[in-house]
């Protein structure tokens, strides 16, 4: 493809301002070293010639003589570019960002990495494969920072939590990077990657996958210096087949251990109560990897949850830490999440914190919006789970809904992503609904058709958010005349069930306020 489009005066201008402004900065900078003298953010910038040789491209377009061209961030995305950034073309299935290239130059871009020959006012390296060169770029930049200590974190369950926990522990010690949202792909980890500065002592790095070989192509290019799992369950059959895959790809993050030292300190961090724990006991005892911590709630750990009870204002438990007993309390809900808190406890102290700098970050999380908040409603309250869904997440949310005191309503959107035995999984779960104690059943979505006859009476399908809100609602104002009944519900389903609309609805109706968390 090449792009014919004309290009005004005034980017042309715009460009040589970029080349005068970086002959100065050579003339100043010449023999500085990128990541000891540019201190700050603000301040960030890359030369094109390092990424020409971080990615093996080769200069192509107007201004190709010119290297000096300097850029301060990168973009895959128009929408969100802004001015001195590289803007990289990567094809997609439905896109192909080679055609917003005149766009991307409108809007400030510097320069562009293509994998086709174009006409471009502004340097162009070309390569073979864009969405490869953003990852051996990212990988080289990664090599570059002077961060103290890089953590990454996959799991079926519980890994944006623990990476937002992480988080919480960590920014009180020092300057931490963590992944944003859910920048956890081959795209979003390079991403991340890139947001690396000389200032940052900590990184924390969420890996996901949906297909075999993604983590392990992830964690070579963070090269972590502390690797954890926060466990094995049903997500993503479709992708990888069995749970056996699911426990075998997950433990592909151990791969990128050991990258970048002589000696082999990296550190694996595992979960004995997970699926899959034997396995990765032996892939790291493959992979040369000698440091490993433990956590879980059997004596098995080095890390040993005990005591669990919820609280009014959320969860109490015991952390055994190599045979020393402290409590630890949280004002969040489920007894998953000591178990992430387990994990946060094992990694932060493998990366040299103390006790005492770990504690406050524990006893301050308030959880991740969409994943498990209690929001209290006239009847009880309203658990919004809705930003994803598999079979294990379900089952404990159900665990944490009908321990509140009252009767409980689940509303259930698809699970996504389960291949083959997706129709299983869903009556599986409307089974154990049943078998917990739930009261009502309300599911949205083609595959959870089958559920209502599953679960029995009080079961019920609807075509629509508004449907289902609306049935909710009803029973919610039923309750709320007879006063001295209590009423709880869990919302959640996959991300394209979009459940977080029946939450609002229903918010919108019947949220109230309370100074405690359900117990």
């Known amino acids: 493809m090449e792009n014919q489009h004309e290009f005004p005066e005034q980017w042309l ?3 040589q301002t970029q080349i005068d402004d970086s002959d100065k900065r050579l003339n100043n900078e010449m023999e500085s070293n990128m990541a000891v003298n540019i201190q700050k953010s603000t301040q960030f910038s890359w030369s094109l010639l390092d990424l020409q040789q971080a990615v093996e491209g080769e200069f192509i377009g107007a201004l190709d003589h010119d290297q000096r061209v300097c850029f301060n961030s990168v973009s895959t995305d128009t929408r969100t570019l802004k001015p001195g950034a590289l803007y990289i073309a990567i094809k997609g299935e439905q896109f192909d960002g080679h055609d917003f290239i005149v766009q991307a130059i409108q809007q400030g871009a510097v320069a562009v990495l293509v994998s086709e020959v174009v ?13 490869r060169a953003l990852g051996l770029f990212a990988k080289w930049h990664r090599q570059q920072m002077p961060v103290k200590k890089l953590i990454a974190v996959t799991g079926s369950n519980g890994k944006t939590t623990t990476k937002s926990l992480l988080l919480n522990i960590f920014q009180n010690v020092g300057n931490t990077l963590a992944t944003e949202g859910n920048l956890n792909n081959n795209l979003g980890v390079p991403r991340t990657l890139l947001n690396l500065r000389p200032e940052h002592e900590f990184a924390i790095i969420e890996m996901g996958a949906n297909h075999r070989h993604e983590i392990s192509y992830l964690t070579q290019l963070a090269a972590p210096d502390i690797a954890l799992i926060t466990n094995a369950g049903d997500a993503h059959l479709e992708g990888f087949g069995s749970l056996q895959g699911v426990v075998e790809a997950k433990g592909e993050i151990f791969q990128g251990l050991n990258q970048n030292a002589i000696k082999k300190e990296g550190i694996a961090v595992i979960n004995v109560d997970s699926n899959g ?35 009014g204002h959320g969860i109490a438990f015991h952390l055994t830490i190599y045979g020393v007993s402290h409590k630890v309390t949280m004002p969040v809900l489920g007894a ?3 178990h992430n808190a387990a994990a946060c406890v094992a990694i932060s102290l493998s990366a040299g914190l103390s006790w005492s700098e770990i504690l406050p970050g524990l006893n301050t999380f308030t959880g991740v919006a969409g994943r498990l908040q209690p929001q209290a409603i006239s009847t009880g309250w309203l658990i919004d789970d809705s930003y994803n869904a598999n079979p294990s997440s379900v089952k404990a949310g159900i665990d944490t809904l009908v321990n509140l005191a009252g009767q409980s309503i689940l ?3 698809v699970m996504a992503e389960l291949g083959d035995g997706c129709e299983k999984a869903h009556q599986e779960v409307a089974r154990y609904a049943k078998q917990q104690g739930v009261n009502y059943l309300f599911v949205y979505g083609k595959a959870t058709q089958q559920m209502p006859d599953e679960f029995g009476a009080q079961a019920f399908y609807f075509d629509s958010h508004s449907q289902l809100a609306s049935k909710v609602a009803q029973l919610l104002e039923e309750a709320t005349l007879q006063k001295n009944v209590a009423v709880n519900l869990l919302v959640k389903g996959s991300r394209s069930a979009s459940m977080e609309k029946v939450s609002q609805l229903l918010l919108s109706q019947f949220a109230t306020t309370s100074q405690n968390m359900p117990n």
Do not use: E
């Open 13 to 15: 201008s715009h460009i």
């Open 119 to 131: 006409k471009s006012v502004v340097p162009a390296i070309l390569v073979d494969n864009t969405t």
């Open 277 to 311: 724990y034997l396995d990765w006991v032996q892939m790291i005892k493959t992979l040369g990897v000698v440091k490993v911590v433990r956590f879980g709630a059997s004596d098995k750990a080095d890390i040993i949850i005990s005591n669990l009870k919820p609280t």
């Open 336 to 338: 998953h999440n000591a």
């Open 411 to 413: 509303c259930l959107g």
